[in-house]
Protein backbone atom coordinates (compact mmCIF):
# COMPACT_ATOMS: atom_id res chain seq x y z
CA UNK A 1 0.00 0.00 0.00
CA UNK A 2 1.31 3.62 -0.54
CA UNK A 3 1.56 5.04 2.35
CA UNK A 4 -0.09 9.00 2.25
CA UNK A 5 2.34 11.67 3.38
CA UNK A 6 0.08 11.80 7.01
CA UNK A 7 0.76 8.18 7.36
CA UNK A 8 4.52 8.93 6.40
CA UNK A 9 4.85 11.35 9.00
CA UNK A 10 2.93 9.29 11.63
CA UNK A 11 5.82 6.70 10.75
CA UNK A 12 8.62 8.97 11.70
CA UNK A 13 7.73 10.27 14.91
CA UNK A 14 11.29 11.51 15.50
CA UNK A 15 11.07 14.31 13.19
CA UNK A 16 10.06 17.08 15.26
CA UNK A 17 7.50 19.61 14.41
CA UNK A 18 10.22 22.14 12.97
CA UNK A 19 9.83 20.44 9.56
CA UNK A 20 7.09 23.40 9.27
CA UNK A 21 10.00 26.12 9.86
CA UNK A 22 11.14 26.10 6.02
CA UNK A 23 7.14 27.08 5.29
CA UNK A 24 7.58 29.69 8.58
CA UNK A 25 10.71 31.37 7.38
CA UNK A 26 9.09 31.20 3.94
CA UNK A 27 6.02 33.61 5.04
CA UNK A 28 7.94 35.85 7.57
CA UNK A 29 10.50 36.37 3.81
CA UNK A 30 6.80 37.18 2.59
CA UNK A 31 5.88 39.32 5.16
CA UNK A 32 9.47 40.91 5.05
CA UNK A 33 8.81 42.43 1.40
CA UNK A 34 6.25 44.60 2.23
CA UNK A 35 8.13 48.12 3.68
CA UNK A 36 7.66 50.20 6.83
CA UNK A 37 8.47 52.50 8.93
CA UNK A 38 9.80 51.77 12.28
CA UNK A 39 8.36 53.40 15.68
CA UNK A 40 8.63 52.76 19.18
CA UNK A 41 5.55 52.46 21.42
CA UNK A 42 6.22 53.68 25.00
CA UNK A 43 4.72 54.11 28.16
CA UNK A 44 4.43 53.63 31.64
CA UNK A 45 3.55 50.16 33.19
CA UNK A 46 2.53 49.65 36.93
CA UNK A 47 6.26 49.03 38.23
CA UNK A 48 8.43 50.48 35.45
CA UNK A 49 8.60 52.71 32.05
CA UNK A 50 8.42 50.62 29.21
CA UNK A 51 9.44 50.96 25.11
CA UNK A 52 8.78 47.96 22.64
CA UNK A 53 10.15 49.04 19.00
CA UNK A 54 7.60 48.35 16.27
CA UNK A 55 6.90 47.90 12.53
CA UNK A 56 3.31 47.20 13.16
CA UNK A 57 1.92 51.01 13.11
CA UNK A 58 -1.12 51.32 10.95
CA UNK A 59 -3.17 54.35 10.65
CA UNK A 60 -6.64 53.30 11.36
CA UNK A 61 -9.53 56.09 11.42
CA UNK A 62 -9.65 60.11 11.03
CA UNK A 63 -12.97 60.68 13.05
CA UNK A 64 -11.92 59.79 15.74
CA UNK A 65 -8.02 59.82 14.88
CA UNK A 66 -6.99 56.37 15.70
CA UNK A 67 -3.74 54.50 15.27
CA UNK A 68 -3.03 50.50 15.80
CA UNK A 69 -0.18 48.57 16.84
CA UNK A 70 0.41 45.09 17.23
CA UNK A 71 2.77 43.37 20.30
CA UNK A 72 3.60 40.38 20.89
CA UNK A 73 2.20 38.18 23.81
CA UNK A 74 5.72 36.92 24.24
CA UNK A 75 7.05 40.60 25.18
CA UNK A 76 7.43 42.18 28.43
CA UNK A 77 5.53 45.49 27.14
CA UNK A 78 2.66 42.97 26.05
CA UNK A 79 0.33 42.21 29.54
CA UNK A 80 0.91 45.94 30.83
CA UNK A 81 0.41 48.17 27.77
CA UNK A 82 -3.72 47.32 28.04
CA UNK A 83 -5.70 49.85 29.48
CA UNK A 84 -2.96 52.22 29.70
CA UNK A 85 -2.24 55.35 27.55
CA UNK A 86 0.98 55.05 25.28
CA UNK A 87 2.99 56.81 22.46
CA UNK A 88 4.18 55.72 19.33
CA UNK A 89 7.22 57.60 18.17
CA UNK A 90 7.92 57.41 14.40
CA UNK A 91 11.90 57.18 14.14
CA UNK A 92 14.26 59.48 11.91
CA UNK A 93 16.84 57.66 9.65
CA UNK A 94 19.74 58.52 12.31
CA UNK A 95 17.91 56.58 15.23
CA UNK A 96 18.47 53.09 14.51
CA UNK A 97 20.58 52.45 17.45
CA UNK A 98 17.32 53.76 19.48
CA UNK A 99 15.44 51.14 17.13
CA UNK A 100 17.58 49.00 18.69
CA UNK A 101 17.84 49.97 22.31
CA UNK A 102 14.50 48.56 22.52
CA UNK A 103 14.44 46.08 20.64
CA UNK A 104 16.74 43.97 22.94
CA UNK A 105 19.80 45.45 22.03
CA UNK A 106 20.07 48.03 25.14
CA UNK A 107 22.67 51.40 24.59
CA UNK A 108 22.60 54.46 26.28
CA UNK A 109 19.76 55.51 28.08
CA UNK A 110 17.67 57.69 25.53
CA UNK A 111 15.73 61.29 26.27
CA UNK A 112 12.46 61.63 27.38
CA UNK A 113 9.89 63.84 27.64
CA UNK A 114 6.93 63.85 29.54
CA UNK A 115 4.02 63.85 27.34
CA UNK A 116 0.05 64.69 27.76
CA UNK A 117 -0.75 61.35 28.21
CA UNK A 118 1.81 59.30 28.40
CA UNK A 119 5.84 59.48 28.04
CA UNK A 120 7.63 59.88 24.74
CA UNK A 121 11.12 60.11 23.13
CA UNK A 122 12.54 63.36 22.25
CA UNK A 123 13.44 64.25 18.85
CA UNK A 124 11.39 61.45 17.21
CA UNK A 125 10.48 62.11 13.35
CA UNK A 126 6.59 62.25 14.55
CA UNK A 127 4.68 61.12 17.59
CA UNK A 128 1.15 60.39 18.48
CA UNK A 129 0.50 60.37 22.07
CA UNK A 130 -2.99 57.70 22.70
CA UNK A 131 -5.31 56.97 25.12
CA UNK A 132 -6.19 53.34 25.14
CA UNK A 133 -9.26 52.67 22.68
CA UNK A 134 -9.92 49.30 22.46
CA UNK A 135 -7.54 46.17 22.45
CA UNK A 136 -8.64 42.96 19.87
CA UNK A 137 -7.06 39.21 19.75
CA UNK A 138 -4.77 39.49 17.20
CA UNK A 139 -3.16 34.97 17.44
CA UNK A 140 -0.18 34.86 19.00
CA UNK A 141 -0.49 39.19 19.00
CA UNK A 142 -2.88 41.83 20.16
CA UNK A 143 -3.95 44.51 18.81
CA UNK A 144 -3.75 47.64 20.62
CA UNK A 145 -5.55 51.01 19.14
CA UNK A 146 -5.25 53.88 20.53
CA UNK A 147 -7.30 57.50 20.16
CA UNK A 148 -4.72 60.01 18.83
CA UNK A 149 -4.88 62.97 21.61
CA UNK A 150 -1.29 64.78 20.78
CA UNK A 151 0.80 64.06 17.79
CA UNK A 152 3.33 66.35 15.73
CA UNK A 153 6.05 65.58 13.47
CA UNK A 154 9.53 67.37 12.49
CA UNK A 155 11.67 67.47 9.30
CA UNK A 156 13.89 64.64 8.17
CA UNK A 157 14.92 61.62 6.60
CA UNK A 158 12.18 58.25 7.86
CA UNK A 159 14.28 55.00 9.23
CA UNK A 160 12.82 52.32 7.33
CA UNK A 161 12.62 48.26 7.80
CA UNK A 162 11.66 45.61 4.85
CA UNK A 163 13.11 42.02 4.74
CA UNK A 164 14.42 42.54 8.08
CA UNK A 165 17.19 45.72 7.20
CA UNK A 166 16.85 49.08 8.28
CA UNK A 167 17.02 51.24 4.90
CA UNK A 168 16.25 55.58 4.58
CA UNK A 169 13.57 57.02 3.07
CA UNK A 170 15.05 60.35 1.97
CA UNK A 171 12.84 63.03 3.00
CA UNK A 172 12.61 64.58 -0.60
CA UNK A 173 11.11 61.34 -1.49
CA UNK A 174 8.65 61.23 1.40
CA UNK A 175 5.52 63.32 -0.72
CA UNK A 176 3.70 65.97 -0.11
CA UNK A 177 0.61 65.24 1.81
CA UNK A 178 -1.57 68.14 0.42
CA UNK A 179 -1.25 66.48 -2.40
CA UNK A 180 -2.39 63.25 -1.56
C1 LIG B 1 12.36 46.71 13.24
C2 LIG B 1 11.66 45.91 14.31
C3 LIG B 1 10.28 45.81 14.30
C4 LIG B 1 9.60 45.10 15.31
N1 LIG B 1 8.22 45.06 15.29
C5 LIG B 1 7.55 44.45 16.29
C6 LIG B 1 6.13 44.52 16.33
O1 LIG B 1 5.46 45.11 15.47
N2 LIG B 1 5.49 43.92 17.39
C7 LIG B 1 6.19 43.26 18.37
O2 LIG B 1 5.57 42.73 19.30
N3 LIG B 1 7.55 43.18 18.36
C8 LIG B 1 8.24 43.78 17.34
N4 LIG B 1 9.61 43.75 17.33
C9 LIG B 1 10.32 43.00 18.38
C10 LIG B 1 10.39 43.76 19.70
O3 LIG B 1 10.92 45.07 19.52
C11 LIG B 1 11.31 42.99 20.68
O4 LIG B 1 10.81 41.69 20.86
C12 LIG B 1 11.47 43.68 22.04
O5 LIG B 1 12.72 43.29 22.58
C13 LIG B 1 10.39 43.31 23.06
O6 LIG B 1 10.62 44.07 24.24
P1 LIG B 1 9.99 43.69 25.69
O7 LIG B 1 9.94 42.19 25.77
O8 LIG B 1 10.98 44.29 26.64
O9 LIG B 1 8.65 44.32 25.78
C14 LIG B 1 10.32 44.45 16.34
C15 LIG B 1 11.73 44.56 16.36
C16 LIG B 1 12.39 45.28 15.37
C17 LIG B 1 13.90 45.41 15.42
Redesign the pocket.
Known amino acids: MIATPKQDAAARPSIPPKVLRPREHHFRGSLGRFA ?1 G ?3 VTFDGVTKR ?8 TSVSMEPPLVL ?4 R ?5 DELEGRPFTVNILGAEQRAL ?2 H ?4 PSDEPAWIEGEVAPRLNNVLAFFECKPWAAYDGGD ?1 TLYLGEVVDFNYRSGDALG ?1 AN ?1 N ?1 TTIPESQLGIEELL
Open positions: TVAIHGITVNSFVSIASTKAHALFAGKHFSF
